[in-house]
């Protein structure tokens, strides 16, 4: 396990004991942190006597960061969790049961997550759905820190792409599923937080610009026409996260119908431009 870090010490320490608390036995867990100038480093030597490795400088990034710990890793399942993300109290036992016999194949294994909301403390569980290439191909629907790979679909998908800020793992998921098995477990496996500072949610349209080059990458040229349509409609994107945080906050007076009640209160959407169908921006905005 690699957890890349920069200025999260109000998080990492709650990172770190929801590994360690664990108790798994056979654990090799690396943290990797850019140089920060909060608590971080104070909370690291807390914790260094049960870490496997442990560094504090300047790196090429996020992505570079754990690129170097998975170089360093020796161990048969691999993952990373970021320094504001947890882990269950039987995360690590559940995902060793489950890819224990596949440990030669390139296997992923992707489970359910909870998010959560630092400042409002709403919750959100979200349970892993089966593995479509083409959803994948439109949108990323596995959540991050609930995915475990073999050593070996690592080393036929190659590291992430270190020029990515914001969608490396989507990247990865991406080139992974041309040589990988992709399972889903009903398991809850991870917790995702939600804050301020939280990087998805705070990338702006350079976040969109860099989803937009993957999907030139991996994905068809309808899926490609949808993106293009959202980086140059900055009025659009805005009210797909709406209609999204609609369609949420819908489930649970009107259930079924929330989608339907959103996409009539999401105007923008009413008319589109030839080409652009809803139910692909929708699958966009993460709603499944």
Known sequence: MVTPSFNQGHFIEETIRSV???????LEFSIFDGGSTDRTIEVLE??????????????????????????????DVLCWLNSDDLHFGHTLSTVVALLGACLEQPFVLYGGCEVFDDRTHGKEVRMAIPFNQTLLETADFLDQPSVFWTRKAWEMAGP????????????????????????AT???LSRYRIHKAHKS???GKRRWIELLTIVRRHSSPVVVQHYEFLVARNFARWWLNKRMRLSLALKGPVGGFADSLATIL??????????????????????R
């Open 266 to 287: 999401s105007p923008p959407f009413w008319f589109l431009p030839a080409g652009i169908q809803r139910r692909t921006l929708w699958q966009i905005s993460g709603i």
């Open 46 to 75: 807390k914790y260094g006597a049960q870490l496997s490795f442990w560094r504090s400088a300047p790196d090429g990034g996020q992505a570079a960061a754990i690129n170097e710990g998975f170089r360093r890793a020796t161990g």
């Open 201 to 203: 949610g705070t990338g």
């Open 186 to 188: 009903e398991a809850l």
């Open 160 to 183: 992430l792409d270190e020029s990515l800020n914001y969608g490396f793992d989507w990247e990865w998921f991406l080139r992974a599923s041309r040589f990988c098995r992709f399972t």
């Open 20 to 26: 360690l608390d664990q108790g798994y036995p056979n």
